[in-house]
């Protein structure tokens, strides 16, 4: 699952990470339509051209590369796959403009959860409109993940030195071994769910309706102008997609 | 009227059938630096509670009698409204710390509040410098040590500014060195004009910087008053509470009657006194 990477906030000091999330995420919601617009290998390579830079500029080129390595195992089995079991007229041709289609879709998303991190966007969802309690459980998930993780990997120890054994016997065997887990993993979690509680409430939480924040994000010219820049181009493309033939070196594909 | 009062308060939790607090009265001048200590069970968390609200507002149950803290009841406020009066710091530190960065964790508290965002960062630079968090800015809770989660814990629980800090066995989860540094950061607070109100087993540890010790059993106090009068006292032994060593060796002495002439803390003490017995004697 290491290409999952790709979609794990890296501290970074980048232009792009500075930018302000709202306008990344416009950015990367018109990449990722741009990459669906096309289905032809050269407007896909083109858009990949405009992807890596920005990546780089992201200071995450490294971190992109080893995910994708890592996703290259799934891009040859739907290479093969597709090739083998599909009907269009060259197969190996489309197999691959799907597998670029699929990167490109990839890297327009990596491009925002590289470098937001879940804290702006929570503050982002908040500037929004979302209710402050919402975008504050969607940050407090993040933050207790990790921990509900060990507290399973102790359970779970916990439960083997008693003898359960936990990767043995039929599937059914194996459904009725996770019984011993997830029970203590429930009672442990609502225990520490209510303390959790009491520490957020004594220290206010919900407690006034304007609520204020230490820092507020702040739309910049440089967010309008990228804001504009994706706007103007989804516009333009989708035009020439639509109302105008491609040019037949855009449409080039692979004669098999 | 004291900045904590209670009159007469008994409380027990729902789901429960014996008493967590028996008629418990109790007075807290401001400035005061409160040790309270005793068996498991005997009350001490509930105690806590109940002078920032939680009990009764978030833990509910039967109630009598009263508790004001700095004139307010807490029958009558929410426990955000006790917020910015009583700040409470608790026994599991991980618990505590519900955001991703310190600094959104020191935020928290006045952010809820609704205090200026400029004033709120003074704070927040303030307790950064003052507890040594500063390397730790952009760590995620999880990847801190228990006793560096503790000392955020603590400045998120300054930064609302209370009149009283009450810690619940702050330093039970920590290493005995992070212990200490809480435990001195603690009386640094109450030197700088803090009312304390700290559950703590280490007497030894605290009892000198203690103005006074209040021992409980089974819900109520027992025991109340200076450190050196209550860790004399019998009490000590019946319920089972741990006295520092020094005092140990006075009450030795004593039952050999050799009386110093005052109770010692800790073993510095001790030498101290002895020093000044011996160079009074010579002299
Ligand atoms: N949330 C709760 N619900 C029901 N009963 C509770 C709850 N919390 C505490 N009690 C009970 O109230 C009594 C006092 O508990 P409390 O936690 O105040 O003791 P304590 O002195 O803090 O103990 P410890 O030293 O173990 O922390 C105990 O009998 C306990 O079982
Ligand atoms: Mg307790």
């Not at chain 1, 858009?47 to 080893?66: E, H, N």
């Amino acid at each position: 699952m290491s290409f999952l990477e790709v979609f794990q906030y890296t501290r970074q000091d980048s232009v792009v990470h500075r930018l302000d999330p709202r306008s990344k995420l416009v950015m990367a919601i018109v990449l990722a339509m741009i990459s669906l617009l096309f289905m032809n290998i050269v407007p896909l390579l083109i858009l990949l051209s405009v992807l890596l830079p920005l990546i780089g500029l992201a200071r995450s080129l490294q971190r992109w590369a080893k995910s994708m390595s890592g996703l290259s195992v799934l891009i040859v089995f739907i290479v093969i796959f597709n090739t083998l079991l599909s009907t269009v007229a060259n197969p190996f041709s489309y197999s691959i403009a799907l597998s670029l289609r699929l990167i490109a879709l990839m890297s327009s998303f990596s491009l925002f959860f590289l470098t937001v991190h879940p804290d702006e966007l929570s503050q982002a969802l908040i500037q929004m409109g979302v209710k402050f309690e919402f975008a504050f459980a969607m940050s407090m998930a993040m933050r207790y993940v990790p921990t509900l993780g060990q507290e399973a990997y102790a359970i779970m120890d916990a439960q083997k030195a008693r003898g359960v054994e936990l990767d043995r016997g039929n599937i059914l065997k194996r459904i009725r071994n996770i019984v011993p887990i997830i029970v203590p993993l429930i009672i442990v979690s609502i225990r520490r769910a209510l303390s959790i509680a009491e520490s957020m409430e004594s220290r206010g939480f919900g407690a006034c309706e304007n609520r204020t924040y230490l820092e507020q994000l702040k739309f910049t010219r440089h967010d309008w102008a990228l804001v504009l820049v994706s706007v103007v181009s989804f516009c333009f493309l989708v035009y020439v997609r639509f109302y105008l033939a491609l040019p037949p070196w855009m449409s080039w594909g692979l004669p098999f | 009227m004291a900045l904590i009062e209670f009159n007469d308060f008994s409380f027990k939790y729902v789901g429960s059938d014996s008493l967590a607090l028996k008629k418990v009265n109790l007075s807290v001048e401001a400035g005061e630096y409160v040790v309270v200590s005793g068996p498991s069970g005997c009350g001490k968390t509930t105690l806590c509670r109940a002078i920032n609200g939680l009990v009764p507002q978030f833990h509910r149950g039967y109630i009598a009698g009263n508790v004001f803290v700095d004139s307010k009841s807490t029958r009558e406020n929410s426990v955000a409204d006790m917020a910015g009066i009583t700040g409470l710091v608790f026994q599991n530190p991980s618990n505590q710390l519900v955001t991703l960065n310190v600094e959104k964790e020191i935020a928290f508290g006045p952010e809820n509040l609704g205090v200026d965002p400029a004033e709120i960062r003074k704070r927040v630079e303030h307790l950064i410098h003052l507890l040594g968090l500063e390397h730790l800015r952009e760590k995620h809770p999880h990847e801190m040590s228990g006793g560096e989660q503790q000392r955020v814990a603590m400045a998120a629980t300054l930064a609302l500014r209370p009149k009283i800090l009450v810690a619940d066995e702050p330093t039970s989860n920590l290493d005995p060195q992070s212990a200490e540094m809480i435990l001195e950061l603690i009386a640094e607070q109450n030197r700088e004009g803090m009312t304390v109100v700290l559950v703590e087993h280490r007497l030894d540890v605290v009892a000198k910087d203690a103005s006074r010790l209040i021992l409980m059993n089974e819900g109520s106090v027992v025991a109340d008053g200076p450190p050196e009068d209550v860790l004399l006292m019998d009490i000590c032994q019946d319920i089972g509470i741990g006295i520092p060593k020094a005092v140990e060796v006075f009450k030795r002495l004593r039952s050999k009657d050799l009386h110093l002439p005052e109770v010692p803390m800790t073993g510095e003490d001790l030498v101290r006194i002895f020093r000044e017995v011996v160079e009074h004697d010579s002299a």
